[in-house]
């Protein structure tokens, strides 16, 4: 608190900001129900504490869920368009060869981001409860300062919110939105992220005076007492005695964090597998080597049996070359092994073993000694994934296969016989299934 | 300077920030004014808040009044914790992963998949009775801890 009242020209002193006679007017105007509505606010724990350090927390994990979402674009590789929603204009993160190391990489980083985004989903609730009161506040504004950044708290509860709901809804194939995931998901990312930014700028010394403050981390229930009034008005003018403490309250979010936690790993980790109890890829996917999961069956692809049996042929091109090979005489080329993750956009991802002909070996039998570029197209005609390009790092690491069989036995028809595209740390639906050609650039 | 301030009734970095936040956001506005679906953006990023602030809030604000006054009337304050925490736990996991719960995404999961998918109500609902059951055993636990160890004054 200051030692002197705030001077009469600070943002939270009486109306004297331009127009005066509008703000001193929405002053002195109580609509109906205002006043009830102020009373309202009992709970003694709301106050600077507990908001800055819910605020803190997001503060440290948002930034992770937003990097590694920028990071899931790059990884999608912009340089060939294929990165959604493509034509950004301006407004990108620098664009990078992604690398085919660590393999892990695309794992870590996507399933962080999933995870984590949906671990903070009681964070973001608490924070919004904590600050509720606000919204109610009357005048809503003394001055065009405050219209301003009420404003812009709109684009940053609109825009968290909107980033969880999409989020949410795709991962769980629930396309009751009607508008194209990718480029909501990527606009909203942005605006929720530069009103983030106005929002900490705004907001940080606040923050950092109530964490110097007396905290209240181990007041028990029998002590905990409302905060003295604050001037952003969160602390309850009337406030009924406690029923939880500032503990309490953390202990129950942070428990409903690892509650999500716990029910959202098995999507990432093989061996938790069937705990994701509440999501699609919680569940076994069939027994033996080709039991883990698909996410778009040969038929939904609308590939035929006739197209993947003995007719199937792979065409490779390159240096004016083209070679036509079937499967044995794929088979009958030098086979490398690789244990290697596949993960999806959508956060699950699983471990197999691969084996297949290194990409760079069929680089070589159409003469491109050092492939700058791939192109890879697939049996299937309609989806939006039928084709992909490659890097020319994810051509020459010596793990990128054309994989043609798994954990030791040929791959399912789900899985993408007669052969597929492995390569380490790719995105999962750019690792092309029933492939028909590969073109590579020197 | 001063006069900037005062009229607008903060600093004038204040001013500038807000500014940027607001091109940028107005930029993305004009770019996806042009999508065929730009109004539903439009209706689900302002719908999401206003359903935060005005369904989700206000429901889970009037069950917990229940709740309080019903442990008020009741006399047992001690148990109100125990039923708001698995009730919270049961409300998040409702939210969470109501699309599963509720099946809206089945139709294009087996679509993609080819497998038929499981209803997961019951599954949501086993989650639920344990988180309640959990509690009420600690809430067993300390009243008979209690009891038989009564309090120093």
Known sequence: ??????????????????????????????????????????????????????????????????????????????????????????????????????????????????????????????????????????????????????????????????????????????????????????????VFTVALVTHVAIKLPRLVTALRGPGFARTPLARTRPEPPDPDGLVARRPRPATMSRRGVLAVVGGGALLLAALTVGQSVDALRRTALLLPRGRRFGAGPNGFPVNRSIAAAGVTPAQTGPGWR????????????????????????????????????????????????????????????????????????????????????????????????DLSPDHGYPARVIVPALPGVHCTKWVEEIAFDG | MAELRRAYGAAPWHLLLLAGCFAVAGWIALRLAGEPAAGRMLLWFVGAAIAHDFVLFPAYASVDRVLRSASRHGGNRALLNHVRVPALGAGLLFLVYLPGILGLGDGTYTRASGLAPRARFGQWLAVSAVLFAASALLYGIRRLSRRARPPVR
């Open chain 1, 1 to 190: 608190m200051p030692a002197r009242p705030p001077a009469p020209t600070g943002p939270d002193g009486p109306p004297s900001a331009v127009p005066a006679r509008l703000w001193r007017g929405l002053d002195r105007y109580r609509p109906p129900g205002v006043d009830a509505v102020a009373r309202a606010w009992r709970s003694p724990v709301r106050g600077p504490w507990l908001t800055s350090v819910l605020g803190a927390v997001l503060l440290v994990t948002l930034p992770l869920v937003i990097v590694t979402g920028l990071l899931d674009w790059i990884a999608y590789g912009p340089r060939f368009g294929q990165a959604f929603p493509a034509g950004v204009g301006w407004l990108h993160p620098p664009v990078f060869d992604w690398p085919t190391r660590p393999a892990w990489l695309f794992r870590v980083t996507q399933g962080l981001h999933v995870t984590l985004g949906i671990v903070l989903v009681p964070v973001v609730l608490g924070k919004l409860w904590s600050v509720v009161p606000k919204l109610f506040d009357w005048p809503p504004a003394r001055s065009i300062a405050q219209v301003l950044e009420r404003l812009s708290l709109l684009l940053l509860i609109g825009g968290i919110l909107f980033q969880i709901v999409t989020g949410l809804l795709n991962i769980q194939y629930a396309y009751l939105f009607g508008f194209d995931f990718y480029t909501a998901h990527w606009y909203g990312a942005w």
């Open chain 1, 314 to 409: 792979l065409t490779v091109r390159g240096a004016g070359r083209t070679v036509t090979l079937d499967r044995g005489q794929l088979l009958a080329m030098a086979q490398h092994t690789a244990a290697l993750p596949i993960a999806c956009v959508e956060g699950w991802s699983t471990a197999q073993t691969w084996t297949g002909v290194r990409l760079r070996d069929l680089a070589a039998l159409v003469g491109v000694a050092a492939p700058g570029s791939a192109r890879v197209r697939s049996l299937e005609r309609a989806g939006l994934f039928r084709q992909a390009a490659l890097q020319g790092n994810q051509v020459t690491d010596p793990d990128a296969l054309l994989a043609l069989r798994v954990n030791g036995v």
